[in-house]
T-cell receptor, first 116, second 116 residues
Framework: AQSVAQPEDQVNVAEGNPLTVKCTYS??????LFWYVQYPNRGLQFLLK??????LVKGSYGFEAEFNKSQTSFHLKKPSALVSDSALYFC??????????????FGGGTRVLVKP | GAVVSQHPSWVICKSGTSVKIECRSL??????MFWYRQFPKQSLMLMAT?????????EQGVEKDKFLINHASLTLSTLTVTSAHPEDSSFYIC????????????FGSGTRLTVV
């Protein structure tokens, strides 16, 4: 079974400082990994994904994430946070083998609060 | 591209009535759609996977007779909450797979259901 853990319920950071949101995963095979952001009463917006290739993935709005297979992690990072980055962030994983089905499994979410 | 439109964005209904939520893929054909439920400050819980022209696959613990899912065409899936009760109040989000890649997922903007 596939699973995702986001160990921090909330991350507080000052505007202009680096932002890191942690994610670890567990799959039986190789993973497809995703980060999404959710603003209040809205659906999920795609930020970035790792499928294969370069371990450092660059995504929307200046976010990037690094796939680390040995640590089974896929932490989201932004060098300089903005107040507008305050939102709920979800890490998700999909196991590649077809037997695992098509579905994504989400982490519990991390609320990011960027203070001016 | 790959836009999913979800309606309504919010709905208030009386206990005992039924509510239908629509999820449409606007610019692609979605053979597979997913329905999630999200409680306040919590992660997304997959309710069911719907495949066009066949019965939905429900996750364990989800009542199929209460949450009716219909995926009658390649661009439309509906979730009907039957005989709604206050405990059904929640945020419901649909998602669709797009393209031939195994990693293309896009999300609707969500529906806030309040049962009074």
């Amino acid at each position: 079974a596939q699973s995702v853990a986001q160990p921090e319920d909330q991350v507080n950071v000052a505007e202009g400082n680096p932002l890191t949101v942690k994610c670890t995963y567990s799959v039986s095979g190789n993973p497809y990994l995703f980060w999404y952001v959710q603003y209040p009463n809205r659906g999920l917006q795609f930020l970035l994904k790792y499928i294969t290739g370069d371990n450092l993935v660059k995504g929307s709005y200046g976010f990037e994430a690094e796939f680390n297979k040995s640590q089974t992690s896929f932490h989201l990072k932004k060098p300089s946070a903005l107040v507008s980055d305050s939102a709920l962030y979800f890490c998700a994983v999909r196991d590649i083998p077809l037997a695992a089905g098509n579905k994504l499994t989400f982490g519990g979410g991390t609320r990011v609060l960027v203070k001016p | 591209g790959a836009v999913v439109s979800q309606h309504p964005s919010w709905v208030i209904c009386k206990s005992g009535t039924s509510v239908k939520i629509e999820c449409r893929s606007l610019d692609f054909q979605a053979t597979t759609m997913f329905w999630y439920r999200q409680f306040p400050k919590q992660s997304l819980m997959l309710m069911a996977t719907s495949n066009e022209g066949s019965k939905a696959t429900y996750e364990q613990g989800v009542e199929k007779d209460k949450f009716l899912i219909n995926h009658a065409s390649l661009t439309l899936s509906t979730l009907t909450v039957t005989s709604a009760h206050p405990e059904d109040s929640s945020f419901y989000i649909c998602s669709a797979r797009w393209g031939n890649q195994a990693y293309g997922y896009t999300f609707g903007s969500g529906t806030r259901l309040t049962v009074v």
